[in-house]
């Protein structure tokens, strides 16, 4: 069973086409077309006689895998091309993947075939993505999700805003995508574009990237996009680790989603099983140009059942390089660290994907698988051993041996005898027969049935005469249905645009309470600085008033010296007027006197002379 939303089916004239231009050219005999007239109208038939898939035969047994129903979860586009960016399209068939992971070998690590093994290396998603190993630092989970705080100040929002919005899922801490989608439009009703542009690479790295959950960001996730945003650092060997963790983990329970980077693993599956018509160093330009159609279960199945060495593309032209990392430190080949956990892969099997052949049959204690589920704490030792191995890659190339996609004897044997001990993907048979062959049976059909179909002919009339008394009351009953359809449908317009109106006004509601926060905040701001200012004047004025106290007292005091200087004053004005009287009397006894010694003296000359 399948649990898949395919698309549209192609026309059986668009599947002869493929079918006729390469698919399956070597089975061009089993493919016939009649040309079928029915009434009036006349048209083509095609149709494709295919033998059922052959199974591997161990001793008498017939072994065959049991059908693994794993899914692919495409990533949620639509929502991010709402925000008006476009992401580089790649139309996702999820029943190629479906039917890819069926030839998956949980313990080499890679897919299987008849006479080929084939698997995504890091070298190839170096060059899908776009992101040379060389020119940035890989990125290694250091075991310590970041703050809530740092996500907070990315999304620019408060903390306790945010910890009403977080969530946990598997254990670990994150948000949900409707809350990213109201940042991403308020950012962009204020034309905030640089915050835009973060939560916008958050969300591609939650929903495309690192599909943890459905619409769920963790904490480790935002890790990675800020572990690039803020150093730079390569998610290229950690994509790779979850699409080999998924593979391997929902593979080993037969069942489950894949949670990884689908559109990349169906770009580097169609790059080496479908040619290109014109040699181009991007991958994107390649894949478009091989032109691949949408095909059914059945036309994925048949093509992954005929696929041998030679129609694979192995060397591709945007992958040309002289040399491939088949082990890092001392592990025996790659450990890879994700956001899932950790687990290695084989290089030295995938040789020829670098345009070098598989001459080594690696041994089996260097084949052994490791796997390490989530990125538990009691785990860090192992961790801290995979960084330190990336700290000493070990790389090859013209070791190899010479540019060819072949392989040795050794290998081929090797490869033989390991198909016939695994098991084999176990495909519906599918037998369809030729025009006349199908004729003939359903001339033997209708002759064993004419009898029964005489006998119900009679019980047929009298139910198409009930049916049709029936069928006016019907007609009635259809057509007031139809009004009450229309009438619904109506309303449910009518509600639609009431929602979308009040979803528009909510969103300017929202937009003015914003406003007015802001402005309450400004006048919270403005009524702490005016408290501040006051309680600065009061201690001036009492300040003031001490010195005002103490420029009275001063006063006072200098009145009284005033007061006693004044008193004084008129002491010394009185001595003085005294003083001068005194003088004057002085003056004038000294007068008198002079003016008596004079006489005298006159007296005494005169007496003297006579």
């Known amino acids: 069973k399948c649990y898949w939303r395919l698309p549209t089916a192609e026309s059986v004239s668009a599947i002869f086409n493929r079918i006729h231009f390469g698919l399956f050219q070597s089975n061009k005999r089993f493919i016939t077309k009649q040309v079928v007239t029915d009434g009036d109208s006349t048209g083509e038939l095609f149709i494709l006689r295919v033998e059922p898939c052959p199974k591997m035969e161990i001793g008498n047994q017939s072994q065959t895998r049991p059908w693994r129903h794993v899914h692919v979860k495409l990533p949620d586009m639509q929502s991010l091309w709402y925000w008006g960016l476009s ?19 949980t313990f080499l690590r890679c897919f299987t075939f008849k006479d080929f093994q084939i698997a995504p290396i890091l070298e190839e998603y170096e060059c899908l993505l776009g992101l ?87 904490l480790v996730v935002a890790d990675a996009y800020m572990a690039k945003r803020d150093r730079g650092e390569n998610p290229t060997m950690v994509l790779l680790a979850n699409t080999y963790y998924t593979l391997n983990h929902y593979c080993e329970r037969r069942g489950g989603y894949l949670r990884c980077y689908s559109p990349l693993l169906y770009l580097w599956m169609t790059s080496h099983l479908f040619h290109s018509k014109t040699k181009s160093s991007c991958p994107i330009e390649d894949f478009k140009w091989c032109c691949i159609k949408i095909m059914s279960k059945d036309l994925w199945a048949k093509l992954f059942d ?66 390490l589920h989530g990125l538990k704490i009691q785990d860090g030792e192992l961790h801290k051993k995979i960084k330190h191995a990336w700290r000493n ?33 176990q495909h519906q048979k599918r037998e369809v027969q030729t025009y006349e062959a199908q004729e003939t049976m359903r001339v033997r059909e209708l002759e064993e049935d004419l009898a ?40 449910a317009r009518a509600e639609e ?100 010694y004079r006489a005298t003296i006159e007296e005494l000359r005169s007496t003297l002379e006579t």
Not at 341 to 347: D, E, K, M, R, S
Not at 471 to 477: D, N
């Open 452 to 491: 029964q179909k005489e006998v119900e002919k009679k019980s047929l009339k009298r139910r198409l005469e009930e049916t049709i008394t029936a069928l006016a009351s019907t007609e009635q009953e259809i057509c007031r249905e139809h009004q009450l359809s229309d009438q619904v449908k109506e309303k």
């Open 306 to 371: 005929h696929v041998i060495e030679r129609t694979i593309r192995w060397y591709l032209a945007w992958n040309k390089r002289e040399e491939i990392i088949v082990k890092c430190g001392g592990f025996p080949n790659v450990p890879l660290l994700g956001t899932l956990g950790a687990i290695n892969y084989n290089p030295e099997l995938l040789s020829w994907q670098v345009g070098y052949p598989v001459i080594r049959v690696p041994p089996k204690e260097d084949l052994r698988p490791f796997l």
């Open 132 to 218: 040379p190993l060389e020119t940035s630092p890989q990125y290694l989970y250091r075991g310590q999700t970041p703050s809530w705080s740092s996500i907070a100040k990315l999304l620019r929002v408060t903390e306790e805003r945010l910890s009403k919005e977080k969530k946990i899922q598997n254990g670990i801490e994150g948000i949900y995508k409707p809350f990213l989608d109201e940042r991403l439009y308020q950012f962009r009703q204020e034309e905030d574009w640089p915050t835009f542009m973060d939560v916008y690479g958050l969300s591609i790295y939650g929903l495309v990237l690192f599909p943890h959950g459905d619409d769920y960001i963790d």
């Open 87 to 105: 992401l580089k399209d790649i139309q996702v068939q999820p029943i190629a993947l479906e039917m890819l992971v069926q030839y998956y070998d």
């Open 497 to 596: 645009k009431n929602k979308l109106k009040i979803r528009s006004c909510l969103r300017a509601v929202d937009q003015e309470m914003y406003f007015r926060r802001l402005e309450q905040d400004q006048a919270t701001l403005e009524k702490e600085q005016l408290k501040e200012t006051l309680s600065i004047l009061k201690e001036r004025e009492t300040e003031r008033e001490i010195q005002l106290l103490h420029l009275q007292e001063k006063n006072c005091q200098l009145e009284k010296e005033l007061a006693k200087a004044r008193s004084t004053r008129e002491q010394l004005i009185n001595q003085r007027q005294r003083s001068v009287l005194e003088l004057t009397q002085v003056r004038e006894k000294v007068e008198n006197d002079e003016v008596y």
């Open 393 to 425: 890659v070990i790389k090859k190339g013209k070791e190899c041996g010479s540019r060819s996609c072949g392989a040795s004897t050794d290998y081929r044997n090797w490869l033989t005898s390991r198909t016939k001990k695994s098991e084999l993907p």
